[in-house]
C-alpha cells in the first residue's frame, strides 16, 4: 500500500512569504505528526493530531507555525511571514494510533527561505 | 529540555569493521527507538527498546537499553556498505508514541 506522502517535495519562497506544506498520512491512520529537521540535526517535533483535533502543538515555535487537519486525514503545515530561520526539511509522519504504534515518515518537504 | 546526545557525529569505516553507536541523555524515557534515514528520504524505525537493560538483534546490528533507561547503544558487526546512512535514535516521551524526542544523529559512511 502506499505510504506517506508530501508535496511539494522542495518549496523555495522569499522571506516574509507565505506557504502551505501537504501531507497525506497512510489511509486509515488516525495519528499524525510533524517535525521539522535541520541540517545535521534530527528531526523536532512540531504537532501531533489524533483525529481533527491537535492534540499537542508544544513544538510549534510560535504564532506564524499553524497546522491543520479538517477531516482527519490530510493535514497541512501553514507558514506565514517565513524567515530564513525557516529553512529545514519538513518531515509528517503517521501511525494508527496511540499505544505504541510505529510512526511511518514521509519523505519530506525542503523549505528554502531566500 | 529533553535532549539526547549522540556519538560519534560522523563515522568513516572500512567494510567488515565493527562500530559502536552511543545515545545519552540525562533524562529517562518510557522506550527508545532507533531510526534509519537515507538521503531525501523519512526515517524508517529499527527498533524498540521498552525495558531497562534489554538487548535486542536484528541481523548483524545489536541495541542495548541502558538499565537506568536513560542511554542507549548500536553496535554493527561487519559494517557493510549498505548499513550507509544516518542513524537516530528517539525517546518516547510517554506512553503512547505521542512526542518523540530524536538525537542529533551519528553519519555513518562504510566505504568498500
Known amino acids: 500500500g502506499a505510504g506517506v506522502s508530501q508535496t511539494p517535495s522542495n518549496k523555495v519562497t522569499e522571506k516574509g512569504k507565505y506557504v502551505e506544506l501537504r501531507c497525506d498520512p497512510i489511509?486509515?491512520?488516525?495519528?499524525l505528526y510533524w517535525y521539522r529537521q535541520s541540517l545535521g540535526q534530527g528531526p523536532e517535533f512540531l504537532i501531533y493530531?489524533?483525529?481533527?483535533?491537535?492534540?499537542?502543538d508544544s513544538g510549534l515555535p510560535n504564532d506564524r507555525f499553524f497546522a491543520v487537519r479538517p477531516e482527519g486525514s490530510v493535514s497541512t503545515l501553514k507558514i506565514q511571514r517565513t524567515e530564513r530561520g525557516d529553512s529545514a526539511v519538513y518531515l509528517c509522519?503517521?501511525?494508527?494510533?496511540?499505544?505504541?504504534?510505529?510512526?511511518?515518515f514521509g519523505p519530506g518537504t525542503r523549505l528554502t527561505v531566500l | 529540555t529533553q535532549l539526547l546526545e549522540q556519538s560519534p557525529q560522523f563515522l568513516s569505516i572500512q567494510e567488515g569493521e565493527n562500530l559502536t553507536v552511543y545515545c545519552n541523555s540525562s533524562?529517562?524515557?518510557?522506550?527508545l527507538q532507533w531510526y534509519r534515514q537515507e538521503p531525501g528520504e523519512g526515517p524508517v524505525l529499527l527498533v524498540t527498546?521498552?525495558?531497562?537493560?534489554e538487548v535486542k538483534k536484528l541481523k548483524r546490528l545489536t541495541f542495548q537499553f541502558g538499565d537506568a533507561r536513560k542511554d542507549s547503544s548500536l553496535h554493527i558487526t561487519a559494517a557493510q556498505p549498505g548499513d550507509t546512512g544516518l542513524y537516530l535514535c528517539?525517546?518516547?516521551?510517554?506512553?503512547?508514541?505521542?512526542?518523540?524526542?530524536f538525537g542529533t544523529g551519528t553519519r555513518l559512511l562504510v566505504s568498500p
Open positions: 509522519a503517521s501511525s494508527a494510533g496511540t499505544g505504541g504504534n510505529e510512526q511511518f
Open positions: 489511509s486509515g491512520h488516525t495519528a
Open positions: 493530531f489524533q483525529g481533527t483535533g491537535a492534540a499537542d
Open positions: 533524562s529517562v524515557f518510557s522506550s
Open positions: 527498546v521498552v525495558t531497562g537493560g
Open positions: 528517539a525517546g518516547e516521551t510517554e506512553t503512547g508514541f505521542q512526542k518523540l524526542v
